[in-house]
Nanobody, 122 residues
Framework: QVQLVESGGESVQAGGSLRLSCAASGRTFSTYAMGWFRQAPGKEREFVAAISRSGGSTAYGDSVKGRFTISRDNAKNTMYLQMNSLNAEDTAVYHC???????????????WGQGTQVTVAS
């Protein structure tokens, strides 16, 4: 089992950048593929990005391609999401998730964090 805690969310102006972190407990972080999802008020959960266990493979949602970068540091049990060129449509609660393999569907992930709020002012 793994516990996930997100951090780094805050209010930022459009065009700005943020880096989110997802810290995992336990010694088995490197055995999980990881993902980022977001959910805005009144909207369905949306896939943002995912990364394989080693970090060698990544996937991105169409709305964030070219602006967001997912990465991980297995030695630190931490995953990151670098977000650039933020716009108002990026406003949401961002959740990290852990699963057995890289996937774009939330149902494929076993463990979830509580989320961190990102607000982008236009």
């Amino acid at each position: 089992q793994v516990q996930l805690v997100e951090s780094g969310g805050e209010s930022v102006q459009a065009g700005g950048s943020l880096r989110l972190s997802c810290a995992a407990s336990g010694r088995t972080f490197s055995t999980y593929a990881m993902g980022w999802f977001r959910q805005a008020p009144g909207k369905e959960r949306e896939f943002v990005a995912a990364i394989s266990r080693s970090g060698g493979s990544t996937a991105y949602g169409d709305s964030v391609k070219g602006r967001f970068t997912i990465s991980r540091d297995n030695a630190k049990n931490t995953m990151y999401l670098q977000m650039n060129s933020l716009n108002a449509e990026d406003t949401a609660v961002y959740h990290c998730a852990a699963g057995s393999f890289i996937a774009i569907f939330g149902g494929e992930y076993e463990y979830w964090g509580q989320g961190t709020q990102v607000t982008v002012a236009s």
